[in-house]
Protein backbone atom coordinates (compact mmCIF):
# COMPACT_ATOMS: atom_id res chain seq x y z
CA UNK A 1 0.00 0.00 0.00
CA UNK A 2 0.77 3.49 -0.87
CA UNK A 3 -0.55 4.67 2.76
CA UNK A 4 1.23 6.48 5.77
CA UNK A 5 -0.31 7.18 8.79
CA UNK A 6 0.98 8.54 11.57
CA UNK A 7 0.49 7.52 15.24
CA UNK A 8 1.32 9.68 18.20
CA UNK A 9 1.82 8.18 21.01
CA UNK A 10 3.43 4.71 21.69
CA UNK A 11 1.63 3.21 24.76
CA UNK A 12 -0.79 0.23 24.66
CA UNK A 13 -3.29 1.85 21.96
CA UNK A 14 -0.85 3.53 19.91
CA UNK A 15 1.38 0.17 19.31
CA UNK A 16 -1.57 -1.88 18.97
CA UNK A 17 -2.88 0.32 16.27
CA UNK A 18 1.15 0.96 15.07
CA UNK A 19 1.05 -3.50 14.76
CA UNK A 20 -2.12 -3.81 13.18
CA UNK A 21 -1.77 -1.63 10.55
CA UNK A 22 1.46 -2.31 9.47
CA UNK A 23 0.34 -5.84 9.63
CA UNK A 24 -1.68 -4.59 6.42
CA UNK A 25 0.87 -3.02 4.68
CA UNK A 26 0.72 0.36 5.40
CA UNK A 27 3.74 2.24 6.32
CA UNK A 28 3.29 3.70 10.03
CA UNK A 29 5.09 6.86 11.76
CA UNK A 30 4.59 6.10 15.54
CA UNK A 31 5.65 9.07 17.66
CA UNK A 32 6.58 8.84 21.38
CA UNK A 33 8.21 11.68 23.26
CA UNK A 34 10.10 9.54 25.89
CA UNK A 35 13.21 9.69 26.57
CA UNK A 36 13.60 13.04 25.48
CA UNK A 37 10.37 14.47 27.40
CA UNK A 38 10.09 12.33 30.56
CA UNK A 39 6.60 12.39 32.09
CA UNK A 40 5.92 12.08 35.82
CA UNK A 41 5.19 8.32 36.22
CA UNK A 42 7.29 6.65 33.06
CA UNK A 43 10.30 5.02 34.11
CA UNK A 44 11.17 3.58 30.99
CA UNK A 45 11.45 4.48 27.24
CA UNK A 46 9.68 0.99 26.13
CA UNK A 47 6.78 0.40 24.25
CA UNK A 48 3.37 0.14 25.98
CA UNK A 49 4.71 0.85 29.76
CA UNK A 50 2.04 0.35 32.29
CA UNK A 51 2.33 2.97 34.80
CA UNK A 52 -0.45 1.76 37.30
CA UNK A 53 -1.27 -1.63 38.23
CA UNK A 54 -0.19 -4.34 36.00
CA UNK A 55 -3.34 -6.15 36.37
CA UNK A 56 -5.76 -6.28 32.91
CA UNK A 57 -8.45 -7.36 35.19
CA UNK A 58 -10.75 -10.50 35.19
CA UNK A 59 -9.77 -13.36 32.77
CA UNK A 60 -13.45 -15.47 34.13
CA UNK A 61 -15.75 -15.08 30.33
CA UNK A 62 -18.66 -14.50 32.32
CA UNK A 63 -17.29 -10.95 33.62
CA UNK A 64 -17.35 -7.47 31.24
CA UNK A 65 -13.38 -7.57 31.38
CA UNK A 66 -13.56 -11.51 30.51
CA UNK A 67 -15.62 -10.70 27.54
CA UNK A 68 -13.49 -7.84 26.25
CA UNK A 69 -10.40 -10.05 26.02
CA UNK A 70 -12.38 -13.17 24.11
CA UNK A 71 -13.29 -10.29 21.50
CA UNK A 72 -9.50 -8.79 21.38
CA UNK A 73 -8.57 -12.41 20.87
CA UNK A 74 -10.87 -12.71 18.38
CA UNK A 75 -9.43 -9.87 16.11
CA UNK A 76 -6.02 -10.91 16.56
CA UNK A 77 -4.85 -8.28 19.34
CA UNK A 78 -1.15 -8.04 19.34
CA UNK A 79 -1.18 -6.97 22.51
CA UNK A 80 -3.12 -9.18 24.56
CA UNK A 81 -1.00 -12.04 23.30
CA UNK A 82 1.62 -10.26 24.76
CA UNK A 83 0.02 -9.87 27.64
CA UNK A 84 -0.73 -13.75 28.00
CA UNK A 85 2.90 -14.68 27.39
CA UNK A 86 4.04 -12.58 30.01
CA UNK A 87 1.25 -13.51 32.58
CA UNK A 88 2.40 -14.02 36.23
CA UNK A 89 -0.05 -15.28 38.91
CA UNK A 90 -3.21 -13.17 40.09
CA UNK A 91 -5.87 -15.78 40.58
CA UNK A 92 -8.34 -15.34 38.46
CA UNK A 93 -6.78 -11.49 36.78
CA UNK A 94 -4.57 -11.32 34.15
CA UNK A 95 -1.89 -9.68 35.80
CA UNK A 96 1.23 -9.37 33.60
CA UNK A 97 5.17 -9.20 34.38
CA UNK A 98 5.09 -5.27 33.32
CA UNK A 99 9.00 -5.30 31.99
CA UNK A 100 8.34 -8.37 29.90
CA UNK A 101 4.99 -7.21 28.63
CA UNK A 102 6.73 -3.34 27.58
CA UNK A 103 9.97 -5.92 25.92
CA UNK A 104 7.81 -7.83 23.93
CA UNK A 105 5.62 -5.07 22.45
CA UNK A 106 8.69 -2.66 22.16
CA UNK A 107 10.90 -5.58 19.90
CA UNK A 108 7.81 -6.14 17.85
CA UNK A 109 7.32 -2.79 17.00
CA UNK A 110 10.49 -1.41 16.57
CA UNK A 111 11.29 -4.60 14.27
CA UNK A 112 8.81 -4.49 11.75
CA UNK A 113 10.11 -3.29 8.54
CA UNK A 114 6.92 -0.80 8.08
CA UNK A 115 6.54 0.89 11.26
CA UNK A 116 9.45 3.86 11.15
CA UNK A 117 9.94 5.10 15.46
CA UNK A 118 10.62 8.90 15.43
CA UNK A 119 11.44 9.97 19.02
CA UNK A 120 10.23 13.66 19.61
CA UNK A 121 7.80 15.50 21.59
CA UNK A 122 4.65 16.43 18.86
CA UNK A 123 2.66 19.61 19.63
CA UNK A 124 0.29 19.44 16.74
CA UNK A 125 -0.25 16.86 14.00
CA UNK A 126 1.77 18.22 10.74
CA UNK A 127 -0.44 18.05 8.39
CA UNK A 128 2.26 19.33 5.57
CA UNK A 129 4.42 15.76 5.87
CA UNK A 130 2.15 13.30 3.45
CA UNK A 131 0.26 11.38 6.17
CA UNK A 132 -3.26 10.03 5.21
CA UNK A 133 -4.55 10.15 8.40
CA UNK A 134 -3.47 10.55 12.29
CA UNK A 135 -3.60 8.70 15.28
CA UNK A 136 -4.10 10.52 18.67
CA UNK A 137 -2.81 7.70 20.81
CA UNK A 138 -0.94 9.98 23.56
CA UNK A 139 -2.26 8.63 26.39
CA UNK A 140 -3.53 10.01 29.42
CA UNK A 141 -0.59 11.83 30.23
CA UNK A 142 -0.19 13.98 26.55
CA UNK A 143 2.13 16.39 26.70
CA UNK A 144 0.73 20.52 27.27
CA UNK A 145 1.40 21.27 23.98
CA UNK A 146 -0.77 18.68 22.35
CA UNK A 147 -3.44 18.97 24.98
CA UNK A 148 -3.73 22.62 23.72
CA UNK A 149 -4.28 21.80 20.49
CA UNK A 150 -6.27 18.82 20.58
CA UNK A 151 -8.47 21.85 22.95
CA UNK A 152 -8.69 24.26 20.61
CA UNK A 153 -9.86 21.50 17.83
CA UNK A 154 -12.43 20.20 19.72
CA UNK A 155 -13.06 23.03 21.61
CA UNK A 156 -13.51 21.30 25.06
CA UNK A 157 -13.42 23.12 27.91
CA UNK A 158 -12.55 20.38 30.98
CA UNK A 159 -9.95 17.90 29.41
CA UNK A 160 -8.66 16.51 32.87
CA UNK A 161 -9.24 14.40 35.84
CA UNK A 162 -6.81 12.75 38.51
CA UNK A 163 -5.91 9.35 38.61
CA UNK A 164 -3.17 7.49 40.93
CA UNK A 165 -0.81 4.52 41.12
CA UNK A 166 -0.15 2.13 44.31
CA UNK A 167 3.51 0.88 45.14
CA UNK A 168 5.11 -2.02 44.87
CA UNK A 169 7.68 -3.74 48.07
CA UNK A 170 10.68 -5.70 47.47
CA UNK A 171 9.18 -9.43 48.53
CA UNK A 172 12.09 -9.91 50.61
CA UNK A 173 11.45 -7.62 52.80
CA UNK A 174 7.85 -8.61 53.61
CA UNK A 175 7.05 -10.41 57.09
CA UNK A 176 5.85 -13.93 55.97
CA UNK A 177 5.65 -14.75 59.78
CA UNK A 178 2.54 -12.29 59.19
CA UNK A 179 1.59 -12.18 56.04
CA UNK A 180 -0.51 -15.30 54.39
CA UNK A 181 -0.81 -16.39 51.27
CA UNK A 182 -4.22 -17.03 49.87
CA UNK A 183 -7.06 -15.96 47.57
CA UNK A 184 -10.36 -15.03 48.76
CA UNK A 185 -12.86 -17.87 49.28
CA UNK A 186 -10.10 -20.26 48.82
CA UNK A 187 -9.54 -23.32 51.58
CA UNK A 188 -6.96 -25.34 49.66
CA UNK A 189 -4.31 -24.63 47.16
CA UNK A 190 -2.11 -21.65 48.48
CA UNK A 191 -3.38 -18.78 46.48
CA UNK A 192 -2.21 -15.87 44.78
CA UNK A 193 -1.98 -12.98 46.99
CA UNK A 194 -0.29 -12.29 49.87
CA UNK A 195 -2.49 -11.15 52.76
CA UNK A 196 -1.81 -8.64 55.25
CA UNK A 197 -4.51 -8.88 58.38
CA UNK A 198 -5.13 -5.97 60.66
CA UNK A 199 -6.15 -6.26 64.22
CA UNK A 200 -9.25 -4.25 64.91
CA UNK A 201 -6.81 -2.00 67.11
CA UNK A 202 -4.07 -1.92 63.94
CA UNK A 203 -6.57 -0.67 61.46
CA UNK A 204 -7.93 1.67 63.72
CA UNK A 205 -4.46 3.65 64.35
CA UNK A 206 -3.98 3.01 60.41
CA UNK A 207 -6.54 4.88 59.51
CA UNK A 208 -5.76 7.75 61.60
CA UNK A 209 -2.11 8.08 60.28
CA UNK A 210 -3.25 7.52 57.09
CA UNK A 211 -6.22 10.48 56.73
CA UNK A 212 -3.63 12.73 58.48
CA UNK A 213 -0.57 12.15 56.32
CA UNK A 214 1.44 14.53 54.26
CA UNK A 215 0.23 14.82 50.94
CA UNK A 216 1.60 16.07 47.46
CA UNK A 217 -1.51 17.89 46.50
CA UNK A 218 -2.21 19.69 49.19
CA UNK A 219 -6.27 19.60 48.79
CA UNK A 220 -9.45 17.60 49.30
CA UNK A 221 -10.73 16.37 46.41
CA UNK A 222 -14.30 16.52 44.92
CA UNK A 223 -15.78 13.55 43.78
CA UNK A 224 -16.05 15.11 40.30
CA UNK A 225 -12.06 15.43 40.31
CA UNK A 226 -11.00 11.48 40.68
CA UNK A 227 -11.45 8.77 38.27
CA UNK A 228 -13.75 6.59 40.65
CA UNK A 229 -11.96 3.44 39.78
CA UNK A 230 -8.07 4.41 41.35
CA UNK A 231 -9.12 7.07 44.19
CA UNK A 232 -6.29 7.59 46.38
CA UNK A 233 -6.78 5.34 49.67
CA UNK A 234 -6.63 7.92 51.48
CA UNK A 235 -9.44 10.15 49.57
CA UNK A 236 -11.49 6.83 50.78
CA UNK A 237 -10.37 6.67 54.03
CA UNK A 238 -11.42 10.46 54.43
CA UNK A 239 -14.75 10.07 53.17
CA UNK A 240 -15.73 7.36 56.62
CA UNK A 241 -12.95 5.50 58.65
CA UNK A 242 -14.77 1.95 57.59
CA UNK A 243 -14.54 2.25 54.35
CA UNK A 244 -11.80 1.24 53.00
CA UNK A 245 -12.25 -1.98 55.28
CA UNK A 246 -15.79 -2.09 53.43
CA UNK A 247 -13.73 -2.02 50.24
CA UNK A 248 -10.26 -2.34 48.88
CA UNK A 249 -9.21 -3.78 52.83
CA UNK A 250 -12.27 -5.71 53.38
CA UNK A 251 -11.66 -9.29 54.58
CA UNK A 252 -14.61 -11.42 53.52
CA UNK A 253 -13.55 -14.97 51.91
CA UNK A 254 -9.99 -14.77 54.07
CA UNK A 255 -8.88 -16.70 57.33
CA UNK A 256 -5.85 -16.14 58.85
CA UNK A 257 -4.15 -18.96 59.65
CA UNK A 258 -2.38 -17.59 63.14
CA UNK A 259 -5.91 -17.29 64.51
CA UNK A 260 -8.44 -19.56 62.15
CA UNK A 261 -10.42 -16.25 61.95
CA UNK A 262 -11.01 -14.01 59.40
CA UNK A 263 -9.56 -10.38 60.05
CA UNK A 264 -10.85 -7.31 61.11
CA UNK A 265 -9.38 -5.83 57.83
CA UNK A 266 -6.99 -6.74 55.13
CA UNK A 267 -4.47 -5.32 52.67
CA UNK A 268 -3.98 -7.65 49.50
CA UNK A 269 -0.52 -7.47 47.71
CA UNK A 270 -0.17 -9.10 43.84
CA UNK A 271 3.05 -9.95 42.54
CA UNK A 272 4.68 -7.84 39.84
CA UNK A 273 6.45 -10.61 38.12
CA UNK A 274 7.06 -14.11 37.47
CA UNK A 275 9.97 -14.20 39.83
CA UNK A 276 7.60 -12.95 42.95
CA UNK A 277 10.24 -10.73 43.92
CA UNK A 278 7.95 -7.60 44.22
CA UNK A 279 4.89 -6.80 45.07
CA UNK A 280 1.73 -4.06 44.38
CA UNK A 281 0.28 -3.05 47.42
CA UNK A 282 -3.99 -3.82 45.65
CA UNK A 283 -5.89 -0.86 45.72
CA UNK A 284 -3.34 1.26 47.49
CA UNK A 285 -3.74 4.16 44.87
CA UNK A 286 -2.52 7.36 46.56
CA UNK A 287 -1.44 11.08 46.74
CA UNK A 288 0.80 10.71 50.18
CA UNK A 289 4.65 12.22 50.07
CA UNK A 290 7.25 9.60 49.71
CA UNK A 291 8.30 9.88 53.11
CA UNK A 292 4.47 9.66 54.22
CA UNK A 293 3.88 6.47 52.38
CA UNK A 294 7.46 4.75 54.08
CA UNK A 295 5.96 5.58 56.99
CA UNK A 296 2.35 5.10 57.42
CA UNK A 297 2.34 1.73 55.30
CA UNK A 298 4.78 0.27 56.73
CA UNK A 299 2.47 -0.11 59.44
CA UNK A 300 0.52 -2.48 57.90
CA UNK A 301 1.26 -6.09 59.27
CA UNK A 302 3.76 -7.34 57.67
CA UNK A 303 5.41 -4.45 56.16
CA UNK A 304 7.15 -3.11 59.07
CA UNK A 305 10.56 -3.30 57.08
CA UNK A 306 9.42 -3.46 53.28
CA UNK A 307 11.42 -1.63 51.00
CA UNK A 308 9.70 0.39 48.35
CA UNK A 309 10.82 -0.68 44.48
CA UNK A 310 8.58 2.44 43.19
CA UNK A 311 6.61 4.67 45.69
CA UNK A 312 2.78 5.61 44.64
CA UNK A 313 1.97 8.71 43.00
CA UNK A 314 -0.57 10.84 41.65
CA UNK A 315 -1.06 12.64 38.21
CA UNK A 316 -3.23 14.68 36.09
CA UNK A 317 -4.98 12.38 33.23
CA UNK A 318 -5.86 14.00 30.29
CA UNK A 319 -9.40 13.19 28.25
CA UNK A 320 -11.51 14.80 25.82
CA UNK A 321 -15.48 14.50 26.19
CA UNK A 322 -16.05 12.14 23.90
CA UNK A 323 -19.78 12.30 23.55
CA UNK A 324 -20.50 14.32 20.52
CA UNK A 325 -16.76 14.97 19.75
CA UNK A 326 -16.25 11.20 18.71
CA UNK A 327 -17.99 9.32 16.05
CA UNK A 328 -18.06 5.27 16.37
CA UNK A 329 -15.36 5.05 13.91
CA UNK A 330 -12.77 6.78 16.85
CA UNK A 331 -12.32 9.30 14.36
CA UNK A 332 -12.81 13.24 15.77
CA UNK A 333 -15.44 15.88 14.52
CA UNK A 334 -13.24 18.25 13.32
CA UNK A 335 -11.96 19.82 10.09
CA UNK A 336 -8.01 18.86 9.51
CA UNK A 337 -6.81 18.21 6.19
CA UNK A 338 -6.58 14.87 6.87
CA UNK A 339 -9.02 12.60 8.81
CA UNK A 340 -7.75 12.91 12.94
CA UNK A 341 -8.68 9.44 15.19
CA UNK A 342 -8.10 8.92 18.31
CA UNK A 343 -7.63 5.78 20.76
CA UNK A 344 -6.50 4.54 24.08
CA UNK A 345 -7.41 6.83 27.24
CA UNK A 346 -7.42 10.43 25.66
CA UNK A 347 -10.71 9.11 23.87
CA UNK A 348 -12.61 9.03 27.35
CA UNK A 349 -12.05 5.23 27.98
CA UNK A 350 -10.36 3.88 30.33
CA UNK A 351 -8.47 0.58 31.13
CA UNK A 352 -5.68 -1.01 29.89
CA UNK A 353 -7.77 -3.46 27.73
CA UNK A 354 -10.49 -0.80 26.34
CA UNK A 355 -6.96 1.00 25.33
CA UNK A 356 -5.72 -1.85 23.39
CA UNK A 357 -9.14 -2.42 22.05
CA UNK A 358 -9.68 1.27 21.17
CA UNK A 359 -5.89 0.98 19.16
CA UNK A 360 -7.33 -2.09 17.49
CA UNK A 361 -10.36 -0.74 16.32
CA UNK A 362 -9.36 2.54 15.41
CA UNK A 363 -6.64 0.79 13.03
CA UNK A 364 -9.32 -1.35 11.43
CA UNK A 365 -11.63 2.30 10.99
CA UNK A 366 -8.44 4.16 9.77
CA UNK A 367 -7.33 1.32 6.86
CA UNK A 368 -11.78 1.09 5.88
CA UNK A 369 -11.46 4.27 5.34
CA UNK A 370 -8.25 4.60 3.40
CA UNK A 371 -9.31 1.58 1.39
CA UNK A 372 -12.79 2.73 0.59
CA UNK A 373 -13.91 -0.31 2.75
CA UNK A 374 -17.24 -0.03 4.57
CA UNK A 375 -16.69 -0.84 8.02
CA UNK A 376 -19.54 -2.60 9.81
CA UNK A 377 -20.25 -1.17 12.71
CA UNK A 378 -18.83 -3.37 16.15
CA UNK A 379 -22.23 -4.66 17.93
CA UNK A 380 -23.66 -2.85 20.81
CA UNK A 381 -24.30 -6.39 22.73
CA UNK A 382 -20.42 -7.06 22.49
CA UNK A 383 -18.74 -5.49 25.76
CA UNK A 384 -16.19 -3.05 23.49
CA UNK A 385 -19.35 -2.16 21.14
CA UNK A 386 -21.16 -1.15 24.39
CA UNK A 387 -18.47 1.09 25.65
CA UNK A 388 -18.21 3.22 21.98
CA UNK A 389 -21.80 2.92 21.70
CA UNK A 390 -22.28 4.81 25.62
CA UNK A 391 -18.68 7.18 24.65
CA UNK A 392 -19.74 8.28 21.22
CA UNK A 393 -23.64 9.07 22.10
CA UNK A 394 -24.37 12.63 22.43
CA UNK A 395 -26.85 12.14 24.93
CA UNK A 396 -24.48 10.72 27.52
CA UNK A 397 -24.14 13.67 29.94
CA UNK A 398 -21.53 14.19 32.69
CA UNK A 399 -19.22 11.86 31.04
CA UNK A 400 -16.38 10.23 32.98
CA UNK A 401 -13.98 7.85 31.40
CA UNK A 402 -15.42 4.45 31.87
CA UNK A 403 -14.36 0.70 31.93
CA UNK A 404 -16.52 -1.90 29.71
CA UNK A 405 -19.27 -3.37 32.31
CA UNK A 406 -22.64 -5.07 32.40
CA UNK A 407 -24.84 -1.57 33.34
CA UNK A 408 -24.07 -0.07 29.48
CA UNK A 409 -25.07 -2.89 27.57
CA UNK A 410 -28.42 -3.38 26.36
CA UNK A 411 -30.87 -5.14 28.62
CA UNK A 412 -31.60 -9.43 27.83
CA UNK A 413 -34.93 -10.04 25.54
CA UNK A 414 -35.73 -11.73 29.17
CA UNK A 415 -34.95 -10.38 32.22
CA UNK A 416 -32.51 -13.03 33.72
CA UNK A 417 -32.85 -11.92 38.19
CA UNK A 418 -30.23 -14.47 38.96
CA UNK A 419 -26.78 -12.65 38.74
CA UNK A 420 -24.56 -14.85 37.94
CA UNK A 421 -27.33 -16.54 34.90
CA UNK A 422 -27.87 -12.85 33.86
CA UNK A 423 -24.23 -12.49 32.92
CA UNK A 424 -23.83 -15.72 31.52
CA UNK A 425 -26.17 -14.87 29.09
CA UNK A 426 -24.45 -11.36 28.09
CA UNK A 427 -21.40 -13.43 27.26
CA UNK A 428 -23.13 -15.91 25.14
CA UNK A 429 -25.19 -13.34 23.56
CA UNK A 430 -22.07 -11.14 22.75
CA UNK A 431 -19.73 -13.91 22.36
CA UNK A 432 -22.65 -14.69 19.43
CA UNK A 433 -22.52 -11.46 17.97
CA UNK A 434 -19.15 -11.39 18.14
CA UNK A 435 -18.78 -14.26 15.83
CA UNK A 436 -21.05 -12.71 13.23
CA UNK A 437 -19.09 -9.57 13.77
CA UNK A 438 -15.79 -10.80 12.44
CA UNK A 439 -17.27 -13.00 9.66
CA UNK A 440 -17.94 -9.63 8.11
CA UNK A 441 -14.83 -8.24 8.83
CA UNK A 442 -13.62 -11.63 6.76
CA UNK A 443 -16.36 -10.88 4.28
CA UNK A 444 -14.85 -7.28 3.97
CA UNK A 445 -11.29 -7.91 3.47
CA UNK A 446 -10.13 -6.43 6.64
CA UNK A 447 -9.17 -9.72 8.37
CA UNK A 448 -7.55 -11.53 5.65
CA UNK A 449 -5.42 -8.73 4.90
CA UNK A 450 -3.09 -9.09 7.74
CA UNK A 451 0.51 -10.46 7.15
CA UNK A 452 2.25 -10.90 10.65
Known amino acids: ?36 VKTPVHKTDGCAELVCSNSLKSMKPQSAAGMLKSELKALGSNLIGFAYDSKVDAGGALAVDRDEFSRLTTEAVRNHP ?36 VSEKTGSENMAFYDAAAPIVMADSLNMDVLFRQSRYEDEAPGDYLNAPF ?38 ARKGHDAPRFGTCKPVGLTD ?11 QLRAENAQN ?3 NLVGFQTNLTFPEQKRVFSMIPGL ?12 R ?18 ETP ?38 PAMPETTAFGSLLAYATDPQTEDYQPMHVNFGILPPLEHHERNKKLRYEQYAQRGGQAMEAYVEKLRESGLMERVHV
Open 304 to 315: ENAEFVRYGVMH
Open 1 to 36: MNKTVDIIGAGLAGSEAALQLAQRGVHVRLFEMRPQ
Open 114 to 149: LIEYVVGEVAEPDFTDGADAVVLASGPLTSDALAAW
Open 338 to 375: APVFVAGQLSGTEGYCEAIMSGLMCALNVYALLNGIEM
Open 277 to 279: TAY
Open 199 to 236: TREQYDAFIDELVAADRVIRRDFETKDLFQACQPIEEI
Open 257 to 267: PATGRRPWAAV
Open 317 to 334: NTFIQAPGLVERSLRLKV
